[in-house]
């Protein structure tokens, strides 16, 4: 079985094929603790263009995922 991850993820990739499968595994894992939670919405975070942080975040709707670019 596999357990969860520690929040916030960070992402790094060299190329896109890594990096999405990295963030498709961070968001389903954020995913998971935010049901479990229940009150918590997704924010994926582009820190620059190769680096993203996934976390659960109070300002995002509890079952929406949003985006933001900081850079």
């Keep these: 079985m596999k357990t ?3 929040l916030p993820v960070t992402v790094r990739a060299t190329d896109r094929a890594s990096m999405e499968r990295q963030l498709d595994e961070a968001v389903q894992d ?3 603790q935010a049901m479990h939670e229940g009150c918590q919405g997704i924010l994926v975070t582009q820190v ?4 993203f942080t996934v976390d659960l975040s109070d300002a995002v709707p509890f079952g929406l995922t949003r985006e ?3 850079w």
């Design 68 to 70: 933001h670019r900081a």
């Design 48 to 51: 620059d263009p190769a680096s």
């Design 30 to 32: 954020a995913l998971t």
């Design 4 to 6: 969860t991850m520690d």
